[in-house]
């Protein structure tokens, strides 16, 4: 057992070294003095000083965020809804209809950014943030569709039926009884889905408009000519703030669950 136990944790620190040790080397790399990427000559600030300054970059990133948030919030409707829908609606087509819900994260990326080119190109519809919001809220829905659908699947219908029986209608009930319980099934699908459209790549090459950057795509162009320091310092900046972001979330969850012990204890 003794060695059983050590093997496992060997292979975990292995595993851990493996996959963190990359993020370590861009954080490290982002202070270096050199704008070479194989060696460390000294430590500096100036790359992060030059992405401070660097327009291109800092609108490629709030083109991302913007088209992200857009795209979440249209996808969370129409796939909370949807979600909704299917778990009340009984018809024999409706394990086809799940199924097909689902297809847009099944198709290779590169396959699907070439069909939104060519039905965009057919409908004559400029390329540019309007197809690019298109484009990531089709591949967005099927996120928050499977995960408020899992959730609906531990919900008591009871609670609902109560509701109704006390003269509430389907509308308040959703709102006041439905919503509040599969809420961090919407937030967590929100969140996922918010993550692949930052990162997307393929898809926004393919409908993007010839002035309009997102981030990702203005940092696989600039692969062409060499990776600076300065994407270095950017992924830092955007590491440091997802782990503010999941510090925050920590400390709130930890909160919560105090709160809920005083309350049982009471």
């Given at each position: ?17 493996i ?5 370590v ?9 050199s704008?070479l990427?194989?060696?460390?000559t ?12 660097d ?27 949807g979600?909704?829908?299917m ?6 087509t409706?394990?086809m ?16 950014g070439?069909?939104?080119?060519a039905?965009?190109?057919l ?7 309007t197809?690019l919001?298109?484009?990531h809220?089709t591949?967005?829905i ?8 899992a959730r609906l699947?531990g ?5 609902e039926?109560?509701?109704?029986d ?9 709102f006041?009884i ?13 969140l ?13 090459i393919f ?15 600039q ?11 950017l ?7 997802i ?5 925050i ?6 909160r919560q669950?105090?709160?809920r012990?005083?309350l049982s204890?009471?």
């Amino acid at each position: 057992m003794r060695k059983k136990h050590k093997l496992s944790g060997i292979y975990l620190a292995v595993l851990l070294l493996i996959m963190y040790l990359p993020i370590v080397m861009v954080v490290i790399f982002s202070f270096n003095e050199s704008k070479l990427t194989a060696s460390f000559t000294g430590f500096s600030l100036k790359w992060y000083e030059t992405l401070w300054h660097d327009r291109d970059i800092k609108e490629a990133l709030f083109n991302s965020i913007l088209l992200g948030v857009i795209s979440c919030a249209i996808s969370a409707v129409i796939g909370t809804l949807g979600a909704v829908g299917m778990a009340r609606a009984d018809y024999k087509t409706k394990g086809m209809m799940e199924y097909l819900s689902t297809v847009p994260i099944m198709i290779p990326e590169i396959i699907l950014g070439m069909v939104f080119l060519a039905f965009f190109s057919l409908l004559n519809l400029p390329f540019g943030m309007t197809t690019l919001v298109i484009a990531h809220t089709t591949f967005c829905i099927p996120y928050i569709f499977m995960m408020v659908k899992a959730r609906l699947v531990g919900i008591d219908r009871s609670l609902e039926e109560a509701a109704r029986d006390l003269g509430a209608s389907q509308i308040r009930t959703f709102f006041d009884i439905t919503l509040p319980l599969i809420m961090p099934a919407v937030l967590s699908g929100s969140l996922l889905a918010f993550a692949m459209s930052f990162d997307d790549v393929v898809i926004s090459i393919f409908v993007n408009g010839p002035r309009l950057n997102t981030l990702p795509v203005k940092v696989y162009t600039q692969l062409k000519t060499g990776v600076t320091p300065e994407i270095n310092a950017l992924c830092t900046i955007i590491l440091a703030a997802i782990v503010l972001v999941l510090g925050i979330s920590a400390l709130l969850q930890k909160r919560q669950e105090r709160r809920r012990g005083e309350l049982s204890e009471r």
